[in-house]
């Protein structure tokens, strides 16, 4: 067979009588020296750039030392980065993940072994750790609103774990927790999983309160700390409301809920 490109060589060497199509059998011309030199090059070239589309495995530890971009799917065991990663594939690690410097996610990034960040992880879509993770922090991301709640206020958890609304609510309100505009929370969500937001809410001399609760538009009773439901607002304070959604069957929920007083 002709072998055109790195993955149709042969582990055995006996076996690699060409190199796309230059003749390297045993009593070949001398010409065919040169031509090979040349040809192997060119076909690590195109192994380099990707043209040939050969796939790599790595049987011992991967590092990288500069920046890598993948647009695939990584999956592997141990993996070492002092540069900077970039995936905007799917990327499952069974093994460990380190990342010295800045890991950025695109796509969806699972480890089920231990992972350490001593630079910046940043998942654009998911990132799901099966293991154990170590981080030296952990930066959430705000919606700081400058109005007051509407009559029916949507929290999307997706984009958001905290949302501060800093002008004096005008109403009592209905919250209604889900995933986005596009995306129900109970799509985003499997069964036995939970998620926890805060609500800030700024009240002025007359205070107000959601007292309405929603998960994907419907109605849903939070249990709340202490076992009694507020009545209302604290007046010229922010009130946060951290809520507990837990997922215990398709489209069924317990939202747990406690106010907190801040003046």
């Known amino acids: 067979m002709t072998r055109a490109k790195i993955s149709e060589y ?3 060497a006996a076996n690699n009588t060409d190199v796309n199509g230059v003749n390297i ?6 010409s065919s020296m040169n031509n090979m030199g040349r040809e192997i090059m060119a076909a690590l070239k ?7 589309g050969d796939s790599l495995t790595v049987g011992g530890n991967f590092y990288v030392t500069g920046t890598s971009g993948f647009s695939g799917t990584i999956a592997g065991a141990n993996q070492t980065l002092s540069g900077t990663l970039g995936v905007t594939g799917a990327s499952t690690f069974t093994g460990t993940l380190a990342a010295v410097n800045n890991a950025t996610v695109g796509g969806t990034l699972g480890v089920t072994g231990a992972s350490t960040f001593t630079g910046t992880l940043s998942a654009v879509g998911n990132a799901s ?3 154990r993770a170590t981080m030296k922090a952990i930066l959430e991301t705000t919606t700081v609103t400058g109005s007051a709640p509407a009559t029916t206020s ?5 984009t958001q774990v905290v949302q501060f609304y800093t002008t004096n609510a005008a109403r009592n309100f209905a919250l209604n927790i889900r995933g986005d505009g596009s995306n129900s929370l109970n799509s985003i969500m499997s069964t036995g999983q939970s998620v926890s937001l805060a609500l800030l809410v700024t009240n002025g001399s007359t205070a107000y309160y959601p007292n309405t609760f929603q998960i994907d538009g419907s109605g849903v009773t939070p249990k709340w700390q202490g076992g009694t439901a507020p009545t209302g607002g604290n007046a010229s304070s922010v009130d946060a409301y951290v809520l507990t959604a837990v997922k215990t069957a398709d489209a069924t929920f317990t939202l747990l809920a406690s106010q907190t007083k801040f003046s």
């Open 46 to 52: 195109r192994f380099e750039t990707g043209a040939d």
């Open 129 to 131: 750790i099966g293991g």
């Open 154 to 158: 949507n929290y999307d958890v997706i």
């Open 25 to 30: 059998a045993e009593g070949c011309p001398p």
């Open 10 to 12: 042969d582990a055995s």
